[in-house]
């Protein structure tokens, strides 16, 4: 599973232009996880900026146009889809540390 961030700026055409309520907002981010299910994909979180018009939702899929794809069927246009890596301990320094356990043990 690879993790997207897709943006949303109603400055540029991609967020609705009147405010939206939290309520509208949270049925709207319902329904892209919903439609986002269909294509094996997941909408984990979304941070938001309703007075301003802008969203950043963070999903799951197995590939961008898995993430493309959950924004057709409720008409939810967005400005980019970037694949970000999650920076834990568990995704990316684990590779690290074991690639320097293995130097030191040679």
């Known amino acids: 599973m690879k ?3 897709d943006t949303h700026d109603k400055t540029k055409g991609s967020f ?3 405010e939206l309520t939290e ?4 049925r709207n ?4 996880d919903e439609a986002a299910t269909q294509f094996g994909a997941f909408g984990h979180a979304a941070h938001v900026n309703l007075k301003d018009g802008k969203a950043f939702c963070f999903m799951s899929g197995p590939d961008e146009e898995s993430i493309r794809n ?3 069927p409720i008409n939810f246009p967005y400005d980019s889809i970037t694949e970000v890596r999650r920076v834990t301990g568990a995704d990316m320094r684990l590779p690290q540390v074991a690639e320097a356990l293995r130097r030191r043990a040679r």
Do not use: G, K, N, R
């Open 3 to 5: 993790y997207f961030i």
């Open 16 to 18: 609705p232009a009147q």
């Open 23 to 26: 309520e509208e907002f949270f």
């Open 29 to 32: 981010f319902d329904s892209l």
């Open 70 to 72: 959950a924004h057709t």
